[in-house]
């Protein structure tokens, strides 16, 4: 197990008070008061949290080193995927795809569970009393994102008009024209990212092409698999000093938000066939036979 801070520990680390600490958990839906302790709820393993037990303390609970609590406030009025669906003119089902599209929720039996990303956008886990089914609910902000209002537009026809004017639109890809046809009639950049496309459609695995990531910068990622949430970037070995730069910029992007990145490279190119299921084990996609 990863080292993970008791509570008290936690508010000692982030130069708060144990109590106040506490008090903040149990707002936001972490932990709840059962008899003379805490009882960790399943929106508080969403987010790291897990009970340890020593011979000398007994069973407590302990978190990440690097948990921090959602930036919105707790008390503050929240919203349910029908209530946002009501505000859309979409069903609550369509709302909750639209996020896990996205990468702020992810499918748990009935459920949603909250994402760290989904917890950057001011989500927050809770649980249906009766039916212990997790739910996600959204800071009022969710109304005026533009990457969600984006991808509504996107799935109500309303974007056929709508180009990017995104300054940190890679070099690359003012260069050069998406002239390279691919096998299910997608056109890219190069021949690496058509052997990419090719290889994801021979696969059967759900693709998209130059997917914007799912965050408040203008930011496109080479492909986006819905399956894993996964982002794919093809670098190759030798890019200039401005390539370069991108590339770092990118990479620490992907990293912020804790996406699911596969980085592919000119050797990986060649050997698709035996990389690419080893890669995507990792964010638990199997290939059928």
């Not at 669906?85 to 990468?103: C, H, M, T, V, Y």
Request: net charge negative.
């Amino acid at each position: 197990m990863d080292k993970k801070l008791s509570t008290s520990k936690l508010a000692q680390a982030q130069d708060i008070k144990s109590g106040e600490l506490f008090k903040q958990l149990e707002s936001f839906g972490y932990i709840k008061k059962q008899d003379e302790g805490w009882q960790l709820t399943q929106a508080g393993v969403s987010v790291g949290g897990e009970y340890i037990t020593s011979t000398k303390f007994g069973q407590y609970i302990v978190w990440p080193t690097d948990f921090a609590l959602p930036r919105f406030d707790a008390k503050s009025e929240k919203h349910t995927a029908s209530q946002i669906g009501e505000r859309f003119d979409l069903p609550s089902q369509k709302i909750n795809q639209l996020f896990a599209e996205l990468g702020w929720i992810t499918k748990h039996g009935k459920g949603w569970h909250l994402t760290h990303l989904g917890q950057h956008f001011g989500g927050l886990q809770r649980e249906n009393s009766q039916s212990d089914i997790a739910f996600v609910v959204w800071d009022a902000a969710i109304f005026s994102n533009k990457r969600l209002r984006n991808s509504i537009n996107e799935v109500q026809g309303n974007n056929t008009n709508h180009s990017s004017t995104d300054k940190s639109y890679s070099s690359f890809r003012q260069k050069f024209e998406a002239k390279y046809r691919t096998a299910d009639g997608h056109y890219v950049r190069s021949k690496q990212e058509m052997l990419i496309d090719n290889w994801l459609y021979m696969t059967g695995l759900v693709h998209a092409y130059e997917r914007k990531l799912p965050i408040e910068q203008e930011v496109y990622s080479d492909f986006y698999l819905p399956k894993g949430q996964i982002y794919i970037e093809f670098f190759a070995h030798e890019l200039d000093a401005e390539q370069e730069k991108e590339k770092q910029s990118k990479l620490a992007l992907y990293q912020q938000f804790g996406l699911h990145l596969i980085e592919l490279n000119d050797s990986d190119i060649e050997n698709l066939d035996s990389v690419m299921p080893k890669y995507l084990r990792q964010f638990d996609v199997t290939l059928g036979k």
